[in-house]
């Protein structure tokens, strides 16, 4: 069963900075690719950051400039950096690999903004 982990979430001041992982098992994960969505309470799930199979990144507006998505192939793992961060980034972070006709979640991980 495929399993994507994610780690590094938690509290932290405005301003300060987050390194996010989410490790992966029983997938060829090379050739997924990877991002990043969240979801704060009362809103739609969105997407925050993606990198392809081949390394493309993509980013929303909102984080452009301040969030940098990254993969380590031979880890099978996709990090998110997250620095300046502001309280409207507090969200559930939820790591996602895809693939044709293949879509897989993790269980989430809490990033509060706050002082």
């Known amino acids: 069963q495929v399993q994507l982990v994610e780690s590094g979430g938690g509290l932290v001041q405005p301003g300060g900075s987050l390194r996010l992982s989410c490790a992966a098992s029983?997938?060829?994960?090379?050739?997924?690719?990877m991002a990043w969505y969240r979801q704060a309470p009362g809103k739609q799930r969105e997407l925050v950051a993606a990198?392809?199979?081949?390394?493309?990144?993509n980013y929303a507006d909102f984080v452009k400039g301040r969030f940098t998505i990254s993969r380590d192939n031979d880890k099978n793992t996709v990090y998110l950096q997250m620095n300046s961060l502001k309280p409207e980034d507090t969200s559930v972070y939820y790591c996602?690999?895809?693939?044709?006709?293949?879509?897989?979640w993790g269980q989430g991980t809490q990033v509060t903004v706050s002082s």
């Open positions: 029983r997938i060829i994960f090379s050739i997924y690719a």
């Open positions: 996602n690999a895809y693939s044709t006709g293949l879509d897989y």
């Open positions: 990198i392809s199979s081949g390394g493309r990144t």
